[in-house]
């Protein structure tokens, strides 16, 4: 406990309550809600509109400010889902699990969306809407590994066996995150090498960077957000006969 | 720039808004699809929990 500053290890112990987690939570969605809002419209605009359009792919390079986001976010909410999987398996923290599983769907939803924008961006520019290279190939299985994930969940009817499954899923799938990352290093892809994360000398305008940087962090909050619903609704269902929830039904 | 122009996207207009489309309509349903489900539920629960204080 040490190394914790006692204030943020009490607030992690109180988040821990799944009555104070479901009222927090609450209160918190809205502000977030609206941070979000107002990133989007700052950074599609910025995007969009005062982004001048690239040399080389006209207005189609455009696709990049939903694409490069939306690919970070499949990974990063990857590593989450397992690091709170792991957590729950190893300290049978239920809030953990639950936000394990809620990271699921989220998870999902940004590695189809990288998929169809990648796919809709190669067609006008390398003339082909899917090749099986590495990049292209290791994030469609990253999208099996989360459909994965959802329907062993699904499958299990008591929920606390079924966490631990979908944990230990999760934790096997990790080996594909640095696959993923690095496969336009390792092996010769079609789908172009990093372009921010070059930080020393990123290849690109600090008029096109910007918006795409606003935007992901956008789609960080838009994954809380999500993932926090979820979270809030698989709570109540799992703890339906507990005495916090049928007080929270009596005010219906 | 006008109106048109912009969504003319230098002739990339239907990979540029179907990818844009595609991603507000994702991004909408797995947002309010659990608030749904949970209005539900919780709607379902406080029906059962009075019948079961009348009987």
Known sequence: MSIIPKPVGLFFHKMASPPHFYRFTGRLIPWLSWIFLILVVVGLYGGLVLAPADYQQGDSFRIIYIHVPSAWMSLFVYVVMAVAGGIGLVWRIKLAEIVAISSASVGAAFTFIALVTGSLWGKPMWGTWWVWDARLTSELILLFLYLGVIGLYGAIDDKRTASRAVAILALVGVVNIPIIHYSVEWWNTLHQGPTVSKMDKPSIHISMLWPMLVMAVAFKLYYVIAMLQRARTELVIRERNSQWVKTLLESI | ?55
């Open chain 2, 1 to 55: 720039m006008n109106w048109q122009e912009f969504f003319a996207m230098g002739g990339y207009a239907f990979y540029v808004w179907f990818s844009y489309g595609i991603t507000f309509v994702v991004m909408l349903i797995i947002a309010i699809s659990p608030i749904i489900q949970r209005k539900q539920f919780l709607r379902q629960q406080a029906l059962r929990l009075k019948r079961q204080d009348k009987s």
